[in-house]
Protein backbone atom coordinates (compact mmCIF):
# COMPACT_ATOMS: atom_id res chain seq x y z
CA UNK A 1 0.00 0.00 0.00
CA UNK A 2 0.76 3.77 -0.51
CA UNK A 3 2.14 5.39 2.62
CA UNK A 4 0.02 8.57 3.36
CA UNK A 5 1.13 10.80 5.58
CA UNK A 6 -2.41 12.36 6.33
CA UNK A 7 -3.96 10.24 9.46
CA UNK A 8 -7.32 12.03 10.51
CA UNK A 9 -7.22 12.09 14.37
CA UNK A 10 -4.14 11.16 15.14
CA UNK A 11 -3.98 13.18 17.89
CA UNK A 12 -6.78 11.81 19.57
CA UNK A 13 -5.54 8.22 19.30
CA UNK A 14 -3.87 6.56 22.81
CA UNK A 15 -0.32 5.71 23.09
CA UNK A 16 -0.68 2.51 21.69
CA UNK A 17 -2.94 3.20 18.64
CA UNK A 18 -0.69 5.49 17.46
CA UNK A 19 2.37 3.27 17.16
CA UNK A 20 0.21 0.69 16.00
CA UNK A 21 -1.25 2.70 13.19
CA UNK A 22 2.59 3.32 12.19
CA UNK A 23 3.40 0.04 12.55
CA UNK A 24 0.71 -0.87 10.03
CA UNK A 25 1.39 2.05 7.49
CA UNK A 26 4.88 1.59 7.38
CA UNK A 27 5.54 -2.22 7.82
CA UNK A 28 7.65 -2.23 10.58
CA UNK A 29 8.96 -5.47 12.99
CA UNK A 30 7.48 -5.40 16.56
CA UNK A 31 11.21 -4.92 17.53
CA UNK A 32 11.54 -1.62 15.48
CA UNK A 33 7.91 -0.43 16.93
CA UNK A 34 9.68 -1.14 20.30
CA UNK A 35 12.25 1.10 19.38
CA UNK A 36 10.09 3.99 18.35
CA UNK A 37 8.31 3.30 21.89
CA UNK A 38 10.92 3.36 24.36
CA UNK A 39 10.55 0.30 25.27
CA UNK A 40 13.31 -1.38 23.51
CA UNK A 41 15.30 0.93 22.23
CA UNK A 42 18.86 2.12 23.05
CA UNK A 43 19.78 0.45 26.20
CA UNK A 44 22.80 1.39 28.97
CA UNK A 45 24.98 -1.58 27.97
CA UNK A 46 24.87 -0.49 24.32
CA UNK A 47 25.57 2.78 25.08
CA UNK A 48 28.31 2.38 27.00
CA UNK A 49 30.50 1.54 23.91
CA UNK A 50 28.62 4.90 22.37
CA UNK A 51 30.84 7.57 25.01
CA UNK A 52 32.32 7.72 27.37
CA UNK A 53 31.77 7.77 31.22
CA UNK A 54 28.22 6.09 30.84
CA UNK A 55 25.83 6.50 33.75
CA UNK A 56 22.50 5.86 31.63
CA UNK A 57 20.35 7.12 29.36
CA UNK A 58 18.71 10.74 28.62
CA UNK A 59 15.59 10.42 26.86
CA UNK A 60 14.07 12.94 24.66
CA UNK A 61 10.15 12.44 23.65
CA UNK A 62 9.58 11.06 20.26
CA UNK A 63 6.47 12.75 17.85
CA UNK A 64 5.69 12.14 14.29
CA UNK A 65 4.40 15.01 12.06
CA UNK A 66 1.96 14.13 9.73
CA UNK A 67 1.18 15.65 6.61
CA UNK A 68 4.34 16.33 4.75
CA UNK A 69 4.86 15.74 1.14
CA UNK A 70 7.79 15.94 -0.23
CA UNK A 71 8.90 15.87 -3.95
CA UNK A 72 5.02 14.42 -4.28
CA UNK A 73 5.92 11.55 -1.81
CA UNK A 74 4.45 11.40 1.51
CA UNK A 75 6.61 11.00 4.37
CA UNK A 76 5.71 10.55 8.23
CA UNK A 77 8.09 12.41 9.89
CA UNK A 78 9.85 11.31 13.51
CA UNK A 79 10.96 14.39 15.50
CA UNK A 80 12.59 14.14 18.65
CA UNK A 81 12.60 17.51 20.99
CA UNK A 82 11.00 18.55 24.40
CA UNK A 83 9.34 21.82 23.40
CA UNK A 84 5.51 21.86 22.67
CA UNK A 85 4.05 22.94 19.65
CA UNK A 86 6.69 22.78 17.36
CA UNK A 87 5.40 18.83 15.74
CA UNK A 88 1.95 20.30 15.83
CA UNK A 89 2.76 23.31 13.95
CA UNK A 90 5.26 21.51 11.46
CA UNK A 91 2.07 19.48 10.63
CA UNK A 92 -0.12 21.83 10.78
CA UNK A 93 2.10 24.15 7.86
CA UNK A 94 2.52 20.79 5.84
CA UNK A 95 -1.21 20.67 5.51
CA UNK A 96 -1.57 24.13 4.21
CA UNK A 97 1.31 23.20 2.06
CA UNK A 98 -0.37 19.79 0.18
CA UNK A 99 -2.57 22.24 -0.89
CA UNK A 100 -0.18 24.20 -3.06
CA UNK A 101 1.87 20.72 -4.00
CA UNK A 102 3.39 19.96 -0.65
CA UNK A 103 7.01 21.02 -0.69
CA UNK A 104 9.73 20.83 -3.57
CA UNK A 105 13.54 19.87 -2.64
CA UNK A 106 16.54 18.98 -4.24
CA UNK A 107 20.35 18.83 -2.49
CA UNK A 108 23.52 19.42 -4.45
CA UNK A 109 26.17 16.68 -4.10
CA UNK A 110 27.32 15.32 -1.06
CA UNK A 111 30.56 17.26 -1.20
CA UNK A 112 32.51 17.92 2.22
CA UNK A 113 34.92 19.83 2.78
CA UNK A 114 38.51 18.49 4.94
CA UNK A 115 40.91 21.04 6.30
CA UNK A 116 44.79 20.98 6.61
CA UNK A 117 46.67 23.60 7.61
CA UNK A 118 50.09 24.11 6.82
CA UNK A 119 52.24 26.54 9.00
CA UNK A 120 56.00 27.78 8.89
CA UNK A 121 56.22 27.28 5.13
CA UNK A 122 59.18 29.58 4.16
CA UNK A 123 57.49 30.89 0.80
CA UNK A 124 53.45 30.77 0.70
CA UNK A 125 52.77 31.16 -2.89
CA UNK A 126 55.50 29.13 -3.74
CA UNK A 127 54.25 26.68 -1.81
CA UNK A 128 50.73 27.00 -2.87
CA UNK A 129 51.48 26.29 -6.29
CA UNK A 130 53.91 23.77 -5.62
CA UNK A 131 50.77 21.82 -3.81
CA UNK A 132 48.28 22.72 -7.01
CA UNK A 133 51.02 21.70 -9.50
CA UNK A 134 50.20 18.13 -7.94
CA UNK A 135 46.67 18.15 -7.31
CA UNK A 136 45.92 15.16 -9.86
CA UNK A 137 48.55 12.55 -7.95
CA UNK A 138 47.07 14.12 -4.29
CA UNK A 139 43.53 13.29 -5.12
CA UNK A 140 44.70 10.26 -6.60
CA UNK A 141 46.46 8.69 -3.72
CA UNK A 142 43.51 10.37 -1.58
CA UNK A 143 40.85 8.01 -3.80
CA UNK A 144 42.55 5.02 -2.77
CA UNK A 145 42.02 5.33 1.11
CA UNK A 146 38.82 4.20 1.60
CA UNK A 147 38.01 1.37 -0.81
CA UNK A 148 34.30 0.75 -0.56
CA UNK A 149 33.67 4.22 -0.54
CA UNK A 150 35.18 4.44 -4.43
CA UNK A 151 33.41 1.52 -4.88
CA UNK A 152 30.06 3.27 -4.47
CA UNK A 153 31.44 6.46 -6.66
CA UNK A 154 32.56 8.51 -3.79
CA UNK A 155 35.75 9.87 -2.93
CA UNK A 156 37.82 13.42 -3.56
CA UNK A 157 36.18 15.30 -6.15
CA UNK A 158 38.86 18.12 -6.17
CA UNK A 159 41.97 20.33 -3.97
CA UNK A 160 41.78 23.87 -3.41
CA UNK A 161 44.63 25.65 -1.48
CA UNK A 162 43.58 28.97 0.29
CA UNK A 163 46.19 31.41 1.98
CA UNK A 164 45.02 33.05 5.03
CA UNK A 165 47.19 36.33 4.91
CA UNK A 166 46.33 37.74 8.36
CA UNK A 167 45.67 36.10 11.90
CA UNK A 168 46.63 36.20 15.10
CA UNK A 169 49.74 34.38 14.22
CA UNK A 170 50.05 35.58 10.90
CA UNK A 171 50.42 34.10 7.64
CA UNK A 172 49.63 30.14 6.76
CA UNK A 173 48.37 28.17 4.11
CA UNK A 174 44.91 26.04 4.34
CA UNK A 175 44.08 23.02 1.57
CA UNK A 176 40.55 21.76 1.06
CA UNK A 177 40.27 18.94 -0.07
CA UNK A 178 37.03 18.34 -1.62
CA UNK A 179 35.72 14.99 -1.07
CA UNK A 180 32.11 13.04 -2.17
CA UNK A 181 30.94 10.75 0.97
CA UNK A 182 27.96 9.43 -0.39
CA UNK A 183 25.18 8.58 1.92
CA UNK A 184 27.69 9.15 5.07
CA UNK A 185 27.87 11.87 7.13
CA UNK A 186 31.31 11.79 6.54
CA UNK A 187 33.56 13.45 9.38
CA UNK A 188 35.78 10.15 9.37
CA UNK A 189 36.47 9.55 6.10
CA UNK A 190 37.17 13.49 5.94
CA UNK A 191 39.68 13.07 8.87
CA UNK A 192 40.94 10.13 7.80
CA UNK A 193 41.89 11.79 4.33
CA UNK A 194 43.24 14.70 5.92
CA UNK A 195 45.91 12.66 7.74
CA UNK A 196 46.64 10.29 5.27
CA UNK A 197 47.68 13.64 2.82
CA UNK A 198 49.66 15.49 5.70
CA UNK A 199 52.90 14.40 5.21
CA UNK A 200 52.79 14.89 1.38
CA UNK A 201 51.81 18.07 2.09
CA UNK A 202 54.62 19.07 4.49
CA UNK A 203 57.44 17.98 1.71
CA UNK A 204 55.25 19.97 -1.06
CA UNK A 205 55.01 22.85 0.91
CA UNK A 206 58.17 22.95 2.72
CA UNK A 207 56.35 23.61 5.95
CA UNK A 208 54.37 21.62 9.07
CA UNK A 209 51.28 20.43 8.66
CA UNK A 210 49.27 21.29 12.04
CA UNK A 211 45.16 20.56 12.23
CA UNK A 212 43.88 18.15 9.70
CA UNK A 213 39.68 18.41 10.72
CA UNK A 214 36.46 18.72 8.56
CA UNK A 215 34.77 21.66 8.22
CA UNK A 216 31.38 22.03 9.55
CA UNK A 217 30.41 24.74 7.18
CA UNK A 218 29.16 22.64 4.33
CA UNK A 219 28.83 25.39 2.23
CA UNK A 220 29.17 22.39 -0.43
CA UNK A 221 26.60 20.24 0.56
CA UNK A 222 23.39 22.28 0.38
CA UNK A 223 19.69 21.49 0.91
CA UNK A 224 16.85 24.00 -0.50
CA UNK A 225 13.21 23.16 -0.34
CA UNK A 226 10.61 25.38 -1.20
CA UNK A 227 6.42 25.52 -0.71
CA UNK A 228 3.76 27.45 -2.39
CA UNK A 229 0.81 28.20 0.29
CA UNK A 230 -2.77 28.95 -2.09
CA UNK A 231 -3.61 32.42 -0.80
CA UNK A 232 -7.61 30.78 0.23
CA UNK A 233 -5.36 28.27 2.82
CA UNK A 234 -4.54 31.32 4.61
CA UNK A 235 -7.48 32.73 5.90
CA UNK A 236 -8.72 32.01 9.79
CA UNK A 237 -10.29 33.43 12.68
CA UNK A 238 -10.92 36.81 11.80
CA UNK A 239 -7.68 37.35 9.69
CA UNK A 240 -8.56 37.26 6.19
CA UNK A 241 -5.78 35.71 3.79
CA UNK A 242 -4.01 38.69 2.45
CA UNK A 243 -3.39 39.68 6.33
CA UNK A 244 -1.57 36.62 7.24
CA UNK A 245 0.16 36.46 3.85
CA UNK A 246 1.54 40.25 4.16
CA UNK A 247 1.74 39.87 8.13
CA UNK A 248 3.92 36.91 7.64
CA UNK A 249 6.04 38.30 5.15
CA UNK A 250 6.86 41.56 7.28
CA UNK A 251 8.03 39.09 9.76
CA UNK A 252 10.61 37.24 7.58
CA UNK A 253 11.71 40.82 6.14
CA UNK A 254 12.42 41.72 9.97
CA UNK A 255 14.77 38.43 10.05
CA UNK A 256 16.63 39.25 6.67
CA UNK A 257 16.94 43.04 7.51
CA UNK A 258 18.06 42.67 11.75
CA UNK A 259 20.81 39.93 12.86
CA UNK A 260 18.93 40.03 16.33
CA UNK A 261 16.08 38.84 14.95
CA UNK A 262 17.38 36.66 12.00
CA UNK A 263 18.39 34.52 15.53
CA UNK A 264 15.53 33.76 16.85
CA UNK A 265 14.30 33.33 13.32
CA UNK A 266 16.93 30.33 12.43
CA UNK A 267 16.08 29.23 15.94
CA UNK A 268 12.67 28.13 14.63
CA UNK A 269 13.78 27.17 11.24
CA UNK A 270 16.70 24.51 13.47
CA UNK A 271 13.19 23.47 16.05
CA UNK A 272 12.23 21.24 13.25
CA UNK A 273 15.54 20.48 11.50
CA UNK A 274 17.00 19.57 15.02
CA UNK A 275 14.41 17.24 16.27
CA UNK A 276 14.35 15.07 12.99
CA UNK A 277 18.36 15.15 12.44
CA UNK A 278 18.12 13.94 16.57
CA UNK A 279 15.68 11.74 15.34
CA UNK A 280 17.47 9.74 12.73
CA UNK A 281 20.94 9.55 14.80
CA UNK A 282 22.52 12.08 13.44
CA UNK A 283 25.02 14.89 14.60
CA UNK A 284 22.77 18.19 15.10
CA UNK A 285 25.56 20.17 16.90
CA UNK A 286 26.85 19.56 13.51
CA UNK A 287 24.11 20.96 11.43
CA UNK A 288 23.83 23.91 13.90
CA UNK A 289 27.16 25.09 13.38
CA UNK A 290 26.94 24.98 9.32
CA UNK A 291 23.33 26.19 9.49
CA UNK A 292 24.53 29.44 11.71
CA UNK A 293 27.63 30.08 9.44
CA UNK A 294 26.05 29.91 6.23
CA UNK A 295 23.64 32.70 7.57
CA UNK A 296 26.62 34.99 8.22
CA UNK A 297 28.45 34.12 5.36
CA UNK A 298 28.00 37.32 3.47
CA UNK A 299 29.35 39.14 6.00
CA UNK A 300 26.17 40.00 8.14
CA UNK A 301 23.94 37.27 9.91
CA UNK A 302 20.58 37.51 8.11
CA UNK A 303 17.65 34.73 7.61
CA UNK A 304 18.14 31.54 6.13
CA UNK A 305 14.50 31.41 4.66
CA UNK A 306 12.73 33.63 2.26
CA UNK A 307 9.09 34.66 1.86
CA UNK A 308 7.25 36.54 -0.85
CA UNK A 309 4.19 36.06 -3.20
CA UNK A 310 3.78 34.71 -6.49
CA UNK A 311 2.02 36.37 -9.17
CA UNK A 312 -1.71 34.72 -8.28
CA UNK A 313 -1.04 36.00 -4.50
CA UNK A 314 -0.31 32.64 -3.14
CA UNK A 315 2.87 32.65 -0.60
CA UNK A 316 5.15 31.14 -1.69
CA UNK A 317 8.77 30.28 0.74
CA UNK A 318 12.07 28.95 0.37
CA UNK A 319 14.84 27.51 2.68
CA UNK A 320 18.19 26.83 1.88
CA UNK A 321 21.17 25.66 3.93
CA UNK A 322 24.33 23.21 4.47
CA UNK A 323 23.14 20.00 6.14
CA UNK A 324 25.23 17.24 6.05
CA UNK A 325 23.35 14.07 7.32
CA UNK A 326 23.83 10.44 6.75
CA UNK A 327 22.18 7.25 7.27
CA UNK A 328 25.00 5.14 6.97
CA UNK A 329 27.39 5.04 10.07
CA UNK A 330 27.62 6.66 13.27
CA UNK A 331 24.66 6.49 15.28
CA UNK A 332 22.28 5.65 12.72
CA UNK A 333 23.44 3.10 12.44
CA UNK A 334 23.77 1.48 16.04
CA UNK A 335 21.01 3.15 17.69
CA UNK A 336 17.98 0.90 17.51
CA UNK A 337 15.52 4.25 17.51
CA UNK A 338 17.46 6.09 14.54
CA UNK A 339 17.01 3.19 12.37
CA UNK A 340 13.10 2.58 13.03
CA UNK A 341 12.89 6.65 12.54
CA UNK A 342 14.78 6.01 8.94
CA UNK A 343 12.63 2.82 8.14
CA UNK A 344 9.20 5.24 9.24
CA UNK A 345 10.43 8.13 6.26
CA UNK A 346 11.42 5.14 4.20
CA UNK A 347 14.33 7.18 3.23
CA UNK A 348 16.75 5.55 0.41
CA UNK A 349 19.84 7.80 0.89
CA UNK A 350 21.33 11.10 2.78
CA UNK A 351 20.52 13.18 0.01
CA UNK A 352 16.63 12.15 0.18
CA UNK A 353 16.98 12.13 4.23
CA UNK A 354 18.26 16.42 3.83
CA UNK A 355 14.89 16.77 1.08
CA UNK A 356 13.16 15.94 4.28
CA UNK A 357 14.53 17.60 6.79
CA UNK A 358 15.15 20.86 4.93
CA UNK A 359 11.18 20.89 4.63
CA UNK A 360 10.32 20.66 8.02
CA UNK A 361 12.57 23.44 8.61
CA UNK A 362 10.88 25.10 6.53
CA UNK A 363 7.32 24.06 7.56
CA UNK A 364 8.71 25.38 10.93
CA UNK A 365 9.79 28.15 10.17
CA UNK A 366 6.10 29.38 8.35
CA UNK A 367 4.49 28.03 11.58
CA UNK A 368 6.23 30.41 13.88
CA UNK A 369 5.77 33.41 11.19
CA UNK A 370 1.93 32.78 11.03
CA UNK A 371 1.93 32.95 14.99
CA UNK A 372 3.69 35.89 15.42
CA UNK A 373 1.68 37.69 12.79
CA UNK A 374 -1.54 37.11 13.60
CA UNK A 375 -2.87 35.96 17.24
CA UNK A 376 0.70 36.02 18.85
CA UNK A 377 3.45 32.65 19.81
CA UNK A 378 2.13 32.68 23.08
CA UNK A 379 -1.72 31.51 22.19
CA UNK A 380 -1.28 28.26 20.80
CA UNK A 381 2.60 27.64 22.88
CA UNK A 382 0.93 28.20 25.70
CA UNK A 383 -1.57 25.57 25.71
CA UNK A 384 0.27 22.98 24.97
CA UNK A 385 3.22 24.45 27.54
CA UNK A 386 0.47 24.33 29.97
CA UNK A 387 0.65 20.46 30.55
CA UNK A 388 4.45 20.51 31.28
CA UNK A 389 2.94 22.71 34.11
CA UNK A 390 0.28 20.66 35.23
CA UNK A 391 3.05 17.52 35.24
CA UNK A 392 5.83 19.64 36.89
CA UNK A 393 2.89 20.91 40.13
CA UNK A 394 1.79 17.06 40.55
CA UNK A 395 -0.82 16.31 38.07
CA UNK A 396 -1.40 13.03 37.01
CA UNK A 397 -3.75 11.08 34.83
CA UNK A 398 -7.14 13.17 33.54
CA UNK A 399 -5.95 15.83 35.93
CA UNK A 400 -3.26 16.98 33.88
CA UNK A 401 -5.77 17.79 31.06
CA UNK A 402 -8.21 19.18 33.58
CA UNK A 403 -5.93 21.09 34.97
CA UNK A 404 -3.68 22.98 31.65
CA UNK A 405 -7.43 23.73 30.31
CA UNK A 406 -8.23 25.74 33.89
CA UNK A 407 -4.41 27.34 33.43
CA UNK A 408 -5.02 28.74 29.80
CA UNK A 409 -8.80 29.96 30.52
CA UNK A 410 -7.08 32.08 33.30
CA UNK A 411 -4.17 33.17 31.36
CA UNK A 412 -1.90 32.06 34.12
CA UNK A 413 0.28 29.25 33.00
CA UNK A 414 2.24 29.22 36.23
CA UNK A 415 3.25 26.74 38.48
CA UNK A 416 2.67 28.32 42.15
CA UNK A 417 -0.74 28.89 40.40
CA UNK A 418 -0.89 25.56 39.40
CA UNK A 419 0.06 23.74 42.47
CA UNK A 420 -2.52 25.69 44.69
CA UNK A 421 -5.79 25.00 41.72
CA UNK A 422 -4.48 20.93 42.62
CA UNK A 423 -3.96 21.45 46.43
CA UNK A 424 -7.69 23.02 46.53
CA UNK A 425 -8.87 20.18 43.92
CA UNK A 426 -7.62 17.30 46.48
CA UNK A 427 -9.01 19.11 49.63
CA UNK A 428 -12.52 19.25 47.70
CA UNK A 429 -12.21 22.86 47.68
CA UNK A 430 -11.78 25.19 44.44
CA UNK A 431 -13.44 23.55 41.30
Known amino acids: MTLS ?5 FYNLSLEERLAELTRRAGLTEEEAEALSGAAGLDATQADHMIENVIGLHALPLGVALNFQVNGRDVLVPMAIEE ?3 VAGASFMAKLARAGGGFHAHTS ?17 SARLAILEQKAELLAEAAEIDPVLKKL ?5 DLEVRLIPDSPIGPFLVVHLIYDVRDAMGANALNTAA ?3 APRLAALSGGRVHLR ?3 NLADRRLARARCTIPLQELA ?10 DGIIAAWAFAAADPYRAATHNKGIMNGVDAVVIATGNDWRAVEAGAHAYAARNGRYTSLSAWGRDAQGNLVGSLEMPLAVGIVGGATRVHPTARAALKLMGVASANELAEIIVSVGLAQNLAALRALATEGIQRGHMTLHARQVAIAAGA ?16 TVRIDRAMEILAAWKTGGET
Open 5 to 9: SRISG
Open 84 to 86: PSV
Open 109 to 125: APEMIAQIQILDAPDLP
Open 153 to 157: GGGPR
Open 195 to 197: ERL
Open 213 to 215: ILS
Open 236 to 245: FDDFSAEEVR
Open 396 to 411: QGEWIERLARRLVEEK
